[in-house]
């Protein structure tokens, strides 16, 4: 048993922790990326909660599952579930984006127990994590290396070449979570640069895909836990920008906006209340 399941009852009570420290932090530190980082929390407490093998006390233990962050840029859902894992104190995340932290807006290794690589310049996250996986496969090291990425990063080449690396070697240790908010920077992935058929692309590209409701705890567990040897894995997870909060939800605004102190009151108050 691992220190959450001390603390939470199910994966679904750690994903609103998850989502209210999200909403904290960020309105204290005048951040953004709202919306971004509350598409992903479910995924986190799913993975942190049920799935990964991980040693907050000795995070460097060759044994632990890698978790590759891609969408640097929503990374305070990131922090949020390493404090409640243990990897260090939650009282830092108070302190998150601001002067002296090492909670940086934008995913940092150097400084943060639990984080893997640097994060924000998007499409990076994937091919680190091949080059991890292969090297962990060389050594026949049963870890696994997971990659929560965005939709809109899959705009980028160095995507689609890690892509085609990761299945000529054959890294069935490597899955690929991708956020389907169907939101990006300045509007709706479909229009920026169409995706679609995104899970026909990744077939084509020789991984196991698996689409799934990226909210939904039991059927992520499932296709994280679904598997085809010699292949890597694609899920794509179907969410919704902003999850949780009724006027955050499918909004392009909350990708940069703050949560001032009537919004945030109202933001948590759907959260820890009920009101979703």
């Known amino acids: ?20 420290e999200i909403l904290q932090m960020i309105h204290n530190a005048h951040g953004s990326h709202t919306g971004s980082a509350l598409s992903a929390a479910d995924i986190l407490a799913v993975l942190y909660y049920s799935f990964l093998n991980y040693f907050p006390d000795n ?5 632990r599952d890698r978790v590759i962050f891609s969408k640097g840029h929503g990374g305070a859902g990131l922090y949020a579930v390493l404090a409640a894992a243990g990897f260090f104190q939650e009282e830092e995340l108070t302190a998150y984006c601001q002067n002296g932290s090492f909670l940086s807006g934008h995913v940092n290794s150097h ?9 924000g310049s998007l ?16 050594r026949k090291n049963p870890a696994r290396v997971i990659v929560i990425m965005g939709d809109g990063e899959c705009d980028e080449g160095a995507v689609w070449e890690a892509a085609l690396f990761a299945a000529a070697h054959h890294l069935d240790n490597l899955t690929v979570i991708i956020d389907r908010n169907r939101i990006q920077a300045l ?17 084509a590209f020789n991984w196991y ?4 409701d990226g909210h939904d705890h039991i059927r992520l567990l499932e296709a994280l836990k679904e598997n085809l040897p010699d292949k890597p894995k694609c899920i794509i997870a179907d969410t919704v ?7 955050m939800e499918n909004q392009l605004l909350w990708h940069y906006r703050t949560p001032d102190g009537e919004q945030l009151f109202r933001a948590l108050n759907e959260l820890t209340e009920g009101g979703r």
């Open 1 to 20: 048993m691992n220190d959450l399941h001390k603390k939470y009852i199910d994966s679904a009570a750690l994903a609103v922790k998850i989502r209210t």
């Open 59 to 63: 995070p460097d233990d060759d044994r």
């Open 111 to 119: 400084q943060v127990p639990g984080v893997e690589f640097s994060t």
């Open 123 to 138: 499409g990076h996250g994937l091919p680190v994590a091949a080059g991890i996986a292969y090297s962990l496969k060389m």
């Open 187 to 203: 509007g709706n992935t479909e229009d920026i640069m169409p995706l679609e058929p995104l899970a026909g692309k990744w077939q």
């Open 209 to 212: 895909t698996l689409q799934t």
């Open 241 to 247: 920008k902003g999850k949780g909060v009724s006027f």
